[in-house]
DNA sequence: CGCTCAGTTGAACCCGCTCAAGCTGCGTGG
DNA sequence: CCACGCAGCTTGAGCGGGTTCAACTGAGCG
């Protein structure tokens, strides 16, 4: 039953029947907990098994030379964390928790059988690997182009959706597990410059903090600020 | 005939039997020529074709509000360049022909059959998307945290390694068919810095410049300054 | 009560940007 | 064959968003 909510989430973008999902509910799991910051896929390894995040959030992380780390990516639970790594002989990022999580491994062997017997299985799985690449891209855009205030509202807005999406909150309060340092490290910025746009965008009355909790007053006007349009995230109600 | 380098670089990477190459060279195809700048792929659109590079290079673009362009991937010959929107309800990003380009066309329904009826094939196709987003991760560290010169750097070592992959020049003496503000979009920067950043990497006997023909003296030197390790690429033989 | 980690704030600095001008190579047409 | 136009390249001067460094605050916890 450990696997319901990723039958969950890939539902939320590809159809999937009956025969599908006993499938996926029959194949064997292997209970494990991570705490914060624990590796759970380390660069350089070639994992036989799949983690299904179910509870907590994670994070794929790379380390430049200069010793400043890159946040690549944030996962929330339902979000099949290595299946970037599945087809790949070793994994060229490291994957790590960012809360305490509580996750389920699938062998990978077992998964990728069931892409061959059941297309919708199969089509799904590699269509949620797409869609984690448009985050990809449109992480690219936002390190790219995009201004210190117009990336960190961007990322709370794809956050307040994708936390919407599985039920964690609302769009508009939400529970943000992340320091700031870890904010910059995704954002391409440092801790301090992070802190003092967090306090504009307060005082200007786009956002409330109450320790790690987000409101936001005016969502339109965020999205605005973020130049955040959804379509990239491709949910199945646009939204 | 037209899809032999869609196998030869597939094979780069997973191994192909007789039977998966001549179902692939079965696909009906249909040949089409784009100048310089035309649009391959429109973002919006659903595209039923799937378009493999035969000649010349393209490019994944989305402008950010402030109608600055990203670049976000270029794409060689061999490359199958909207698999990213196969199974994607529509295309949230555009691709254009870098230079004049020659490709070919395979209908995209009949490509996924091919994917279920030969696993080989399925696994090469999805493999290809993974590594292309392998590229995409690199991709935000370059741009999220190096700076101009390591990330020019590293730019010219990819394209070195990935030309002559293909065996359309040598990773130290190729021709680069991107203008500097190409590059600058490519790289988050802008064309003026890329001039400078070049004229010092030419001065400093980095890489010499004719034209756009680039030569590299000393590649391990190159790689060092631009942070590359071409693991990323996920290349058979590691280089 | 003291330690530690995250958050906050200030001052100085610098990498890359902006704006603006001039240069170069090359295709086109007279 | 030259004149023109234009796109891409080059160079300079000044600016500014974000960094760096450093100090301080505050909350949680043994």
Redesign the pocket.
């Known amino acids: 039953m450990y696997v319901a909510p990723l039958i969950r989430k890939l539902s939320l973008r590809h159809p999937m029947g009956n025969a599908e999902q006993q499938a996926l509910l029959s194949l064997p799991t292997r209970y494990a907990a991570h705490s914060a910051e624990a590796v759970i896929v380390r660069e350089g390894t070639s994992p036989t098994e799949a983690c299904l995040l179910i509870e907590g959030f994670a994070y794929r992380e790379r380390i430049a030379r200069s010793g400043e780390r890159q946040i690549l990516a944030v996962h929330l639970p339902g979000d099949l964390v290595d299946l970037q790594n599945a087809l790949l002989p070793e994994a060229d990022h490291t994957v790590r928790a960012l809360t305490d999580t509580r996750s389920v491994f699938l062998p990978r062997d077992a998964l990728l059988d069931l892409c061959y017997r059941h297309r919708a299985i199969g089509e799904a799985l590699w269509l949620d690997t797409l869609v984690d690449a448009s985050l990809f891209r449109e992480h690219i855009v936002d390190v790219g182009r995009?201004?210190?205030?117009?990336?960190i509202a961007h990322l709370l807005c794809e956050l307040g959706i994708r936390i919407e999406a599985i039920g964690l909150g609302k769009r508009d309060d939400f529970e943000l597990p992340?320091?700031?340092?870890?904010?910059?490290d995704c954002l391409?910025?440092?801790?301090?410059?992070?802190?003092?746009?967090?306090?504009r965008m307060e005082v200007e009355g786009m956002i409330e903090?109450r320790?790690?909790r987000i409101r936001i007053a005016d969502w339109p006007r965020l999205a605005r600020a973020g130049d955040f349009d959804p379509k990239y995230l491709h949910l199945r109600d646009g939204e």
């Open positions: 995009r201004d210190a205030q117009t990336r992340m320091t700031q340092e870890k904010l910059a391409g910025l440092t801790a301090v410059h992070i802190n003092r746009m967090l306090k903090r320790m790690r």
